[in-house]
Structures are given as C-alpha cells and as structure tokens.
C-alpha cells in the first residue's frame, strides 16, 4: 500500500486567498484525521471522519475552516480566506476499526502551509 | 478529561547513551497507549504500542512499559544512536479511534 497521500506538499500563498490541503487515506480505513502541528501549540486534532461522516470537529479554529469527505478514498480540508497564523504543518492520517491493530493511526507526510 | 504529560525537551544525548522519555497519562478506563516518532520532515509514525496493564510494546531496540499503578509508560533504550534523534509522542487512545498526544519530547544524539 503506498500509505496515505497528501497534496500538495508545499503550499505558500498570499493572506485572503482560499486554500485546500488534499488526503487519500489507506484503502479499507474507515477512520480520517485532519491535524495541524505549529511549534506553539504543538500537535492538534482539527476533524475526524468514520466511514466518511464527521464525528468530532470541536478542534475546527474557526468558520474559516472546513473539512469534507465525499467517499472512502478523498478528503480535504478548506481554508477560506487564509491568515498568517494559519501557517502551519497539516497531517492527515488514517485508521482502521476492523481486525489487527486497532486505534494505530497512519500519517501522511503532511503540507506545509505558508501564509504571507 | 484524557491527557497526556510528556518530560521536556530537547534531550541531548551522546551515542551510546541510555535513554528514557518519561510518560504519564490521566484516563478513564484503560486506554491503549502509543509512542510515535516523527523524524524531521515526515509525518509521524508508531514506533510501540501496549493495550493493556503491565504489557511491554517493543521497536526497534525501544521499549515502553504500561504502568496502570503509577499511570506510566516511559520510553526507553539502551544504547541510542545518531539515527534515533527525532521528536518521540507520548499517546493514548480516547476509543472510537481518537488519539490524545501529548506535546512531543525532542531528542539529539551527538556524535
């Protein structure tokens, strides 16, 4: 399995304009993460998934983000408009419910988001 | 609600050296626990995990004992290497697949 993909890796873009951070999970995975990861707040969760409805968004920072997965295998998380603070490291990571290692989440390799 | 405390960082070591990252969590229930690596540049990744009290989850030299008297599961290895420095997390899971990290623990290891 070539593990779960994100796109892109790099993104720089200028403060106000809209930006989407893609995920394709490991395929059977029923579970999707979206965290974010500064040096001041450390790792935190923004959104999961099961079974491609969301179950806890309480991490969400504010309107300005949103998060959708419209089938098993695509996900994104929107920012509209963006701001400098949102700069940022942004995982995605997927897990499994079914037989084997329960709870153990796979990470992407997560994009740099850089806000100007 | 559920937490993680991770000892902190960084940690500088020489080679060599014997390593421990301490632990400590506060649950209800008895939650599985993990330690994660991140090396520089990637996303993280499961380096051990134990479901269970008094289980021993081992990786790659590492080891990590889950504690449910003294609410613990410290990291540790013998003899680190340059290659082991990255930032290791502390983790348990909430059930319904949901992980609590903690802040994450720097390591460096000199030649």
């Not at chain 1, 079914?98 to 992407?108: L, S, V």
Request: glycine share 8%; hydrophobic share 30%.
């Amino acid at each position: 399995d070539a593990g779960v993909i994100q796109s892109p890796r790099h993104e720089v873009t200028e403060m106000g304009q809209e930006v989407t951070l893609r995920c394709k999970p490991i395929s059977g995975h029923d579970y999707l993460f979206w965290y974010r990861q500064t040096m001041m707040r450390g790792l935190e969760l923004l959104i999961y998934f099961n079974n491609n409805v969301p179950i806890d968004d309480s991490g969400m920072p504010e309107d300005r983000f949103s998060a959708k997965m419209p089938n098993a295998s695509f996900s994104t998380l929107k920012i509209q408009p963006s701001e400098p603070r949102d700069s940022a490291v942004y995982f995605c990571a997927s897990s499994s419910s079914g037989t084997g290692w329960t709870d153990t989440q796979y990470f992407g390799p997560g994009t740099r988001l850089t806000v100007l | 609600g559920n937490s993680v405390t991770q000892m902190e960082g960084p940690v500088t070591l020489s080679e060599e050296a014997f390593l421990t990252i301490n632990c400590t969590y506060t649950a209800t229930g008895y939650p599985s626990l993990f330690w994660y690596v991140q090396y520089p540049g990637e996303g993280l990744q499961l380096l051990l995990k134990a479901t269970k009290a008094d289980d021993k989850g081992s990786n790659k030299g590492f080891e990590a004992t889950y504690r449910k008297e003294t609410t613990s599961f410290h990291l540790e290895k013998g003899s680190v290497q340059v290659s082991d420095s990255a930032v290791y997390f502390c983790a348990l899971s909430e059930g319904a697949q949901k992980l609590v990290f903690g802040q994450g623990t720097r390591l460096t290891i000199n030649p």
